[in-house]
């Protein structure tokens, strides 16, 4: 048996959501409509194929805009946690969670982006959040920005490729640090913002047929930058209003293997590797990398910056670094004739020594001890493991039990993996937070049927259901895994 450990004493256990994909209640309190609203979902699409999936025109938006529609847009009632929060956070509790990342929905503060005036009601509902998490002891983690820009990025701008999109969110931070300083320590600027090259709607307001005639990779590079202005900027005004406050910044951990030991693979892997890492290294040195620098140059991208852009970034860096982890992939210099299987948002070379989720996702716990290490010894700042889970599709019993064995078959030798960085390869490591930890729309499929969480919420790909909230069988034993800080990963049978 391996051997026992226990996690470092205050370690952060907890799990996480986004308002995008759990709130619902876009109609109400006074939201406006944000860009996941008019998330269509593609229910004749290959689960497989994301790409497919977050394609979105300018047709979609207006026929989206059309409608009230919540059957094809299934984000504008998520798990309903908007009248269920109370409910939520005391199963929370019951687990014993010491920490709940969860966003603010920008929409919901700021139902345009651009209004002269915060909406109050939106204000009153996160401060009875962080008021009902405070009852039981629960710290919020919260992220500014989870793919929910405001559609009105869209309609009357150019999302985040337009300079005025950073004083709307550095009004929106000094809105929501200001009101909320007494009740949030911790915060994320953007959700996964290396994810803008990928998904660019959800992450940047970018509609690739309103930027007709330019080279759309430089228009979202261009929104990146504002995104890293954006972030530096609501760093210094998080720290200015909450001096104990830690901001952190928030990558997808894309972790590529050599497909061979030919030094052509090992190249193309730690090329791949570093079209992730230039967005983190961006946010945690305060400067762009030589080679992403490079990148540009050598592709014709410009990148228009404005005096005092470069200093204000060197100035506010992130004080750790938070991440998503669900799989690996492999790289290779030539990839015919090799096979190839879904991921977070991508498409790679599928490794012949791992299984694979049934969205094809390749389970690796060792990957996430190599993505802390290679993680911490790259930046020597605090890390922050924000989502980890595997989706797969739970059957609600009669008797209302679910036994997803195989979740928590997944999380057990994850979690030990993240012990061993601890213990063994000296890895700071601040919390953890298992993803939709309720049951939640899921980003890359917009299923309910793709569900992650310790709790079942009654409601299908359709929106049909009673949204009543049962327990899984992961949830006593994630409950027992806090309990012990982590010890009973190792008493198990």
Not at 5 to 25: D, K, S, Y
Not at 133 to 153: C, D, R
């Amino acid at each position: 048996m391996k051997q026992q450990r226990t996690f470092p004493e205050g370690f952060l256990w907890g799990g996480a959501t986004a308002a995008n994909q759990v709130e619902g209640g876009w109609r109400e309190g006074g939201k406006g409509i944000s860009v996941s609203d008019c998330a269509k979902a593609r229910f004749d699409t290959e689960v497989t194929n994301y790409k497919t999936h977050n394609q979105v025109t300018s047709k979609d938006i207006e026929e989206a805009l059309a409608t009230d529609d919540e059957v094809y847009y299934p984000k504008r009632h998520g798990s309903d946690f908007y009248h269920h929060y109370k409910e939520d956070i005391r199963l929370f509790s019951e687990m014993g969670f010491k920490v709940y990342r969860m966003s603010i929905a920008w929409s919901r503060i700021f139902p345009n982006a651009d209004d002269a005036e915060p909406n109050e009601e939106g204000l009153k509902f996160y401060d009875q959040v962080f008021d009902e998490l405070h009852k039981y002891g629960i710290e919020p983690l919260v992220t500014m920005s989870h793919y929910e820009p405001p559609i009105n990025l869209v309609l009357s701008y150019k999302g985040w490729y337009s300079r005025e999109a950073i004083g709307f969110f550095t009004r929106f931070a000094e809105t929501i640090c200001t009101r909320y300083k007494d009740k949030v320590k911790y915060w994320l600027t953007f959700n996964e913002v290396d994810s803008m090259i990928r998904h660019p709607y959800t992450t940047g307001a970018l509609v690739e047929d309103r930027f007709p005639g330019q080279n759309f990779e430089e228009v979202i590079f261009q929104a990146m930058h504002h995104q890293f202005v954006a972030s530096a900027l609501a760093t210094k005004i998080c720290h200015e209003i909450i001096p104990d406050s830690m901001v952190g910044c928030m990558l997808t951990k894309l972790t590529y293997y050599p497909y061979t030991c030919k030094p052509e693979d090992v190249l193309e892997a730690q090329q791949t590797m570093r079209s992730t890492y230039c967005y983190s290294d961006t946010q945690v040195f305060g400067e762009y990398p030589a080679y992403l620098l490079s990148r540009f140059k050598n592709n014709g991208i410009h990148i228009k910056m404005e005096e005092g852009d470069e200093a204000v970034m060197k100035a506010h860096p992130v004080d750790f670094v938070s991440f998503s982890y669900y799989h690996s992939s492999c790289a290779a210099r030539d990839t015919s004739h090799l096979n190839v299987t879904a991921g977070n948002t991508i498409h790679a070379i599928k490794n012949p020594y791992l299984k694979s989720s049934d969205w094809g996702w390749q389970i690796d716990p060792t990957g996430l001890r190599i993505s802390m290490v290679d993680l911490y010894d790259r930046y020597r700042k605090p890390l922050f493991i924000v989502e980890n889970g595997l989706g797969a599709e739970d059957i609600l019993k009669e008797d209302g039990s679910i036994d997803d064995s195989y979740r928590i078959a997944y999380l057990r030798e994850h979690l030990k993996a993240v012990a061993d960085a601890i213990a063994e390869d000296g890895v700071v490591c601040l919390g953890y937070t298992s993803w939709g930890c309720i049951d939640l729309v899921s980003e890359s499929t917009k299923q309910m049927s793709k569900r992650y969480g310790f709790i079942y919420v009654d409601c299908d790909d359709y929106g049909k259901g009673t949204y009543q909230r049962f327990k899984k069988k992961s949830f006593d034993w994630y409950k027992k895994v806090i309990e012990t800080n982590g010890s009973s990963l190792y008493t198990e049978e």
